[in-house]
């Protein structure tokens, strides 16, 4: 069954170019002398990206291939004006951003409701004959051809926007945490990667407090190497401003898991390690409080650690605590002032979104249509014969 969650896609832009002005000399029976009266040509639609709460993944742009906005009109006589052509507006979900597909640099970032930014301009009409009417040229037999449209092939990428992140092996109790603390209800299964899309549920706290916390399909050792999932889905977490990293509590060597996990955020952006990171114990429900204190001994001093169990609460309110603590820290709020989200402006490497869009039969090739009506303005040349009426 095909996923509903979509967080990136590939679409070809092109706004309208700008038409023609008019070369026209009024010339009838009452007023064989009238003049030069071409009109002006109209503005090409332009395209632009605007934020929509209404989205949250990309999915309503997943088979639009190609977003052409409206070519303006030409001139005409009688000193008429061209139409001008109708903007586009693509609504995409808050925290998309958007990568040149044929470079790979950065365009912009769309981040809260609203939020309206120009991609493509459309192209200016052309002035007609009658805008360059002078003492000494009283006829002029030319007119300007408008400026002509705007293509790009672009990336639109989705990075979930939450306060908490989640990150941790498969079935390490991520999607039950999630479940336990918030209305979310992702899938739940005693088998490995039974979360496969990301998911965002909304933690209530204290004095009608709350945060959103982030749920990511699980990272295994080699991830970076591309083995399980990968690394795909860790840009969901990317701006988040806390990091909580699940162990579970049976397992053999908890430090050295959070170390292979941290490792992996290494491997995909040395620039997440400087988040804020808090260590949860999870499937705690089973220890006695003196295998929980030899516990503590052997994992690193350098981080909040708590036991926790989502299936009997234990330990749920204290996680809310420290969670709300650290992400309230003088510290944190500074980190994330001070990056001012750097980690959205790294130029992306095209080839690995080529292979994703492979994963899922999309790297087929765009192709530039041209509309029947389109014409080379480079070849354009001046329309020098006088229309006449009797």
């Not at 009109?73 to 979900?93: E, Q």
Request: glycine share 10%; charged share 30%.
């Amino acid at each position: 069954m095909e996923s509903n969650f979509v967080d990136y896609v590939k679409i070809m832009c092109r706004s309208g170019k700008g038409g023609k002005g008019s070369m026209h000399l009024k010339h009838v029976k009452y007023n064989p002398n009238g003049g030069p009266d071409g009109g002006d040509g109209g503005k090409g639609g332009s395209i632009y990206l605007r934020g929509n709460h209404n989205y949250w993944t990309l999915l309503h742009l997943k088979y639009e291939r190609h977003i052409f906005a409206e070519h303006g009109g030409n001139g005409g006589k009688d000193k008429c004006h061209g139409t001008d052509g109708k903007d586009v507006y693509i609504d995409v979900p808050c925290g998309t951003v958007v990568y040149n597909a044929e470079t790979g640099k950065y365009v912009c970032d769309v981040t809260y409701d609203g939020q309206e930014i120009l991609l493509l301009k459309g192209g200016r009409g052309g002035l007609g004959n009658f805008q360059f009417r002078t003492a000494t040229n009283q006829a002029p037999r030319y007119a300007q051809p408008g400026e002509p449209m705007q293509e790009m092939t672009i990336i639109l990428e989705l990075k979930l926007l939450a306060d908490v992140g989640l990150v941790g092996f498969p079935n390490a109790g991520k999607s039950t945490l999630v479940s336990s603390l918030s209305n979310a209800r992702p899938k739940i299964a005693n088998y490995p990667f039974t979360t496969m899309e990301p998911s965002l549920g909304i933690v209530g706290y204290r004095d009608n407090k709350s945060f959103v916390m982030a749920d990511i399909p699980g990272i295994i050792e080699g991830a970076s190497e591309g083995k399980g999932l990968g690394l795909r889905f860790l840009r969901h977490i990317e701006r988040n401003s806390l990091l909580l990293f699940m162990v579970p509590g049976d397992t053999d060597d908890i430090k050295r898991e959070y170390e292979i996990l941290l490792n992996e955020l290494r491997q995909f952006n040395p620039e997440m390690l400087d988040k804020h990171r808090v260590l949860a114990v999870t499937k705690c429900d089973l220890l006695d409080e003196e295998l929980i204190e030899m516990l503590k001994e052997t994992l690193p001093e350098d981080l909040p650690v708590v036991f926790i169990s989502a299936v009997s609460g234990f330990g749920l309110e204290e996680l809310k605590d420290v969670l709300w603590r650290e992400l309230n820290a003088e510290s944190n709020k500074l980190q994330a002032l001070t990056s001012e989200d750097s980690l959205v402006h790294r130029d992306k490497d095209m080839t690995r979104f080529a292979e994703e869009l492979a994963d899922e039969g999309e790297d087929e090739d765009i192709e530039y249509i041209d509309d029947d009506d389109v014409e080379d303005l480079d070849d354009f040349e001046y329309d020098e014969d006088i229309e006449a009426e009797e």
